[in-house]
């Protein structure tokens, strides 16, 4: 049978098997939650064996109201951008698969501090949309923002509103996002300086002790300073 929602994963912790699944408390970020199904040791009182304890987790998993399609829709439908953007910051640096890095984990807070949340924080996230966005896009154009600066933060907030999802892993708030009504600049002209082969040698011999290392390194392997 298709599994509907969660139905938990069983763990030993200490001397006893648990049940671990999410829960997702009305305007907060998610929590991983565990209950207890049993103990450990075969001899103990209440032990259960491998099929009881999988019933029984299921049953406790349920019980919770995790998987009350409605419970979940009214949690998450008072969630306001804050609050998302910041459940969005602790997944991507939580998450197994692709882990967002710490410098660029960095520069999303300070532009959710900076930008979005002063602009778009209280707003319940479901009313974040191409009307909003292109509100948020004309307070950058005010505030002298090149072009690239506009586009990064403009696909952070797009971002931040499509991570909100269902316990299946579907789209709470699904968008068709119209960078033409936004506004959004295009990016063009970039400048983007390189060096010829002769400037790098250059560079190289008329530097000393550890930055010539320095800079034959980031030359010959394009590396960033950062």
Same mark, same amino acid.
């Given at each position: 049978?298709?599994?509907?929602?969660?139905v938990?994963?069983?763990?030993?912790?200490?001397?006893?098997?648990?049940? &671990?699944?999410?829960?997702?408390?009305?305007?907060?970020? &998610?929590?991983?939650?565990?209950?207890?199904?049993?103990?450990?040791?075969?001899? =103990?009182?209440?032990?259960?064996?491998k099929?009881? &304890?999988?019933?029984?987790?299921?049953?406790?998993?349920?019980?919770?109201?995790?998987?009350?399609?409605?419970?979940?829709?009214?949690?998450?439908?008072s969630?306001?951008?804050?609050? !998302?953007?910041?459940?969005?910051?602790?997944?991507? =640096?939580? &998450?197994?698969?692709?882990?967002?890095?710490?410098?660029?984990?960095?520069?999303?807070?300070?532009?959710?501090?900076?930008? @979005?949340?002063?602009?778009?924080?209280?707003?319940? @996230?479901?009313?974040?949309?191409n009307?909003?966005?292109?509100?948020?896009?004309?307070?950058?154009?005010?505030?002298?923002?090149?072009? !690239?600066?506009?586009?990064?933060?403009?696909?952070?907030?797009?971002?931040?509103?499509?991570?909100?999802?269902?316990?299946?892993?579907?789209?709470?708030?699904?968008?068709?996002?119209?960078?033409?009504?936004?506004?959004?600049?295009?990016?063009?002209?970039q400048?983007?300086?390189?060096?010829?082969?002769?400037?790098?040698?250059?560079i190289?011999?008329? =530097?000393?002790?550890?930055?010539?290392?320095?800079?034959? @390194? @980031?030359?010959?392997?394009?590396?960033?300073?950062?």
């Amino acid at each position: 049978m298709a599994r509907r929602g969660q139905v938990g994963t069983i763990v030993i912790s200490g001397k006893w098997y648990v049940v &671990r699944f999410w829960k997702y408390p009305a305007g907060q970020v &998610r929590i991983h939650a565990s209950e207890k199904i049993c103990p450990v040791n075969s001899n =103990a009182a209440g032990y259960l064996p491998k099929g009881e &304890r999988r019933r029984r987790a299921t049953e406790i998993v349920e019980a919770s109201g995790v998987n009350d399609q409605q419970q979940f829709n009214d949690a998450n439908i008072s969630t306001i951008f804050r609050q !998302q953007a910041e459940q969005f910051l602790h997944d991507a =640096a939580k &998450r197994k698969r692709r882990p967002v890095k710490p410098k660029t984990l960095d520069n999303c807070r300070r532009a959710i501090d900076k930008w @979005l949340n002063p602009n778009l924080g209280d707003l319940p @996230l479901a009313s974040v949309d191409n009307a909003t966005l292109k509100t948020l896009v004309a307070t950058f154009n005010e505030a002298n923002l090149s072009a !690239q600066t506009q586009v990064t933060y403009a696909n952070l907030v797009k971002t931040i509103v499509a991570s909100a999802k269902t316990s299946k892993g579907e789209r709470l708030f699904p968008r068709e996002w119209d960078n033409t009504f936004i506004d959004l600049p295009e990016i063009e002209n970039q400048h983007q300086p390189a060096f010829t082969a002769e400037q790098v040698t250059a560079i190289v011999e008329k =530097a000393t002790g550890q930055y010539q290392v320095l800079y034959a @390194l @980031l030359a010959g392997t394009g590396l960033r300073a950062g």
